[in-house]
């Protein structure tokens, strides 16, 4: 019998905790899963400090604290000082909706290091349809100022997709007015709500590439005044993206209800088993969880990643686009220009909808 390879144990850098799927701002980009988990179901304030308490143990550095919307949550300035406490960099992921300026002065107070909060376009009317919310372009820019004023490091978030990439100018611009450190301009990921409203969010390839050239001239004119961190969308490259830096290797992400996932997509491939921070503590789970070990390592891979020089470099690409596009979680992610299904991607790329967008909702 072969001996079993045997696979290093990495230490988690990063935990998304996920304190809700609550949010009032209906996104049709949201990657959450299309089936939210409820309030009556969520983890309360005392778990979350444990499971802070279990990170620093496992030696993770930072938490970012997500949603859905964190601001949903009555206890959010006491999660935010137990990961404090709990000797985290503590980032909120907000849509700025649902905080308000006397939390977020608590929320400095209990040692909040850094905010990311989302724009969804620099044209106030565009913005507030693509979040289905009128009134939450104003709202962010009120809290944009108040972090800003409150000298906590800010960095802009702009998911871009048909409806606003050809505008990429004009929402750094806005990323520079709010006083922003760092703007992060991703494209949309396909998954969740995201995967649903696919043909109405596909940007063409021709506003992909004039995207591309917009983020070159965008890096040499503000050079010194805002990082920007952009990555070629993943319908349009010839490589996968390192997933989560490789599944169950450097990162993990805590549902509202507790259950532990390698990636925020995770629940969409059929038969892996979570466990929950309510039954194993997260040492146990990082360790041992059939989910983290099921895509650990090279072993599990087919043809072609099994024997190519990349596959330790991207780890195959995602897994669960793998499984969403070829229905086979262990394939070749098809975003891979050596992938057997890589026609695919290309022609899911030239599908195109103009109807409404499902927008997300409990
Ligand atoms: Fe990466 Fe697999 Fe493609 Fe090689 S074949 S580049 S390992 S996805
Ligand atoms: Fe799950 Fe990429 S989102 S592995």
Known sequence: MAAA???PLYTPLGLLAELTHRCPLGCPYCSNPLALERR??????????????????????????????????????????????????TNLITSAVGITADTLQQLADAGLDHVQISIQDSAPGSADRIAGYDGAFARKQALAAAVVALKI????????????????????????????SRVEIAHVQYYGWALRNRAALMPSAEQVARAAAAVDALRKRHHGEIVIDAVVPDYYARLPKPCVGGWGRRSLNVTPSGKVLPCHAAESIPGLEFWSVREHSLGDIWKSSPAFNAFRGT???????????????DFGGCRCQAFALTGDARATDPVCHLAPR?????????????????????
Request: with cysteine; hydrophobic share 50%.
């Open 5 to 7: 390879t045997r696979v």
């Open 40 to 89: 009556e179901d969520e983890l309360d304030t005392a778990t979350w400090a444990r499971v802070f308490g279990e990170a620093a143990a496992l030696g993770m550095l930072q938490v970012h604290l997500s949603g859905g919307e964190p601001g949903a949550r009555r206890d959010l300035v006491e999660i935010a000082a137990a990961a404090h406490r709990a000797g985290l960099y």
């Open 153 to 180: 490091p800010l960095t802009v978030n702009v998911v871009v997709h048909r409806a606003n990439i050809d505008r990429i100018a004009d929402m750094v611009a806005l990323a520079l007015k709010l006083g922003g």
């Open 299 to 313: 072993a599990w891979m087919q043809e072609p990643c099994k024997s190519c020089a990349r596959r330790e470099l």
């Open 342 to 362: 890589h026609a695919d991607v290309a022609a899911l790329a030239a599908a195109h909808d103009d109807g409404p967008y499902a927008y997300r909702r409990m």
